[in-house]
């Protein structure tokens, strides 16, 4: 069974940079897409980021691109998000999920239930505030 943990939120001032780390554990293959989502008060789930391996595929929203930059430790089962030129929008609490479907559906897969991936973390607390 898949667990995934994520690690390094906190508060930030705007303009600063946080790292969002995931670890997983049991069953996690290669071919396996793992990334980010993320949840703002009041707001619909937003898929962030997403990689995977075998392939070299990736995918960052509109929102974070040019800022966020997602890589992944094989070795580790570890997923880093770098988060660069924060801004208060991007308060939010984020989520590691990582299941089958490729990254090319990761946009798609915030709307849809959680049960479409295979394990989701806890969720960890970013704010973004001065």
């Known amino acids: 069974q898949l667990q995934l943990v994520e690690s390094g939120g906190g508060l930030v001032q705007p303009g600063g940079s946080l790292r969002l780390s995931c670890a997983a554990s049991?069953?996690?293959?290669?071919?396996?897409?793992i990334g980010w989502f993320r949840q703002a008060p009041g707001k619909e789930r937003e898929g962030v980021s997403c990689v995977k391996s075998n392939d070299n595929t990736t995918y960052n929203a509109d929102s974070v691109k040019g800022r966020f930059t997602i890589s992944r430790d094989n070795a580790k089962k570890t997923v880093f998000l770098q988060m660069n030129s924060l801004k208060p929008e991007d308060t939010a609490v984020y989520y590691c999920?990582?299941?089958?479907?490729?990254?090319?559906?990761?946009?798609?897969?915030?709307?849809?239930?959680?049960?479409?991936?295979?394990?989701w973390g806890q969720g960890i607390l970013v704010t973004v505030s001065s």
């Open positions: 999920a990582a299941g089958a479907p490729p990254c090319s559906l990761w946009g798609a897969l915030a709307s849809m239930g959680s049960e479409t991936l295979d394990a």
């Open positions: 049991g069953f996690f293959p290669d071919y396996y897409a």
